[in-house]
């Protein structure tokens, strides 16, 4: 950063993603869960410095060169939908041409008619409309610039899949219907006799994580504060991270009560929990940084406290 300054945009992610599954990755905008997906694909800006290991299959993600993910991953192991998917189109082609070149990019397709039905094909699963494909990117609304991204992403066929928000700009009924087929999009190959293909989906909205993630990770300030199975997280017992049950607790269909507060800036995180100083449960042992394992909290709510 400007005067040398470092952000620790995101610390000790750890999870996975299995064959067949979809992970659910959550928190405030601002927190890093952006940054972490533009980390697995190698989209980071040129002052970012990354650490550690993202392995899918036997490569190392963060390790890969310019051209391994060029040419072995972007679209063909991992597929993207951007979080701002008109950014991300070419703005002087149509989305007809732009579908077809990625076809004849990532499969074995060949031909004129046999591209333009393929392109067809992959706009019907993200709800495109086919009286637009011959537009560009400018006459589309941000909810179609939306479903292009999509179509665009699950051409590959790739085992591995980003969504970054992908239901932004979509009514109600169309982000079920893209919900729906991101978790299609997960669950085919495994009903085809192979092992599925996994999904990390990063999301603001609830109702969407809950209609098809298998498992949810809450992200706040930069790290990974709860790792939990969706049917627990969204059920009983429900989050045991505090800030997660506030982000439940702040839907209106249930307590619609704000989490006080603001996130800390990245750039000044406290020594200890980055959420004592807008949590209910903090106390001074909150001061030293949390212990490590799927819940980071010094007091977590337990089953007994949804008991009682």
């Known amino acids: 950063m400007p005067g040398g300054r470092r952000v620790a945009a995101v610390t ?39 650490a550690g290991a993202a392995h899918l299959g036997d490569l190392d993600l963060l390790g890969a060169d310019e051209r391994t993910l060029a040419r072995t991953v972007r679209g063909r192991l991992v597929g993207l939908v951007p979080q701002s998917p008109a950014a991300h189109l070419t703005p002087v082609r149509t989305v ?53 991204a999509t179509a665009l992403a699950l051409v590959g066929d790739a085992p591995l899949l980003l969504a970054d928000e992908p239901t932004t700009g979509l009514d109600r009924d169309l982000v079920d219907r893209t919900v729906d087929e991101l978790r299609r999009h997960v669950d085919e190959a ?13 999301t603001h909205d609830l109702a969407a994580a809950e209609r098809i993630a298998d498992r949810v990770a809450v992200m706040y ?25 506030g982000l439940l607790q702040a839907l209106p269909g249930r307590a619609f009560t704000p989490i006080p507060g603001m996130p800390p ?21 909150c001061a030293a940084a949390p ?13 007994e406290d949804v008991r009682a």
């Open 12 to 50: 000790d992610a750890r999870f996975d993603v299995a064959a067949g599954e979809c992970l659910a990755l959550i928190g405030e905008s601002g927190c890093g869960k952006s940054v972490l997906a533009s980390a697995l694909l190698g989209l980071l800006p040129g002052n970012a410095q990354t």
């Open 221 to 245: 300030a930069g790290r990974i504060v709860e790792l939990a199975a969706a049917e627990d997280f969204f059920g009983l017992p429900g989050p045991r991270h505090p800030y997660s049950r």
């Open 96 to 148: 007809r041409s732009q579908l077809e070149e990625t076809v004849a990019a990532l499969t074995a397709t060949r031909g004129r008619a046999a591209l333009r039905a393929a392109a067809e094909a992959a706009a019907e699963r993200a709800a495109f409309p086919a009286d637009h494909l011959d537009r560009h990117p400018h006459q589309l609304s941000g909810g179609l610039a939306q479903r292009a």
């Open 265 to 285: 800036e990245l750039g000044d995180l406290p020594d200890g929990c980055a959420f004592a100083a807008r949590c209910d449960r903090a106390t001074g042992t």
């Open 190 to 202: 495994g009903e085809a006799g192979g092992s599925g293909r996994g999904l990390l989906m990063i």
């Open 291 to 303: 212990p490590p394992g799927t819940v980071a909290c010094h007091h977590p709510h337990l089953p």
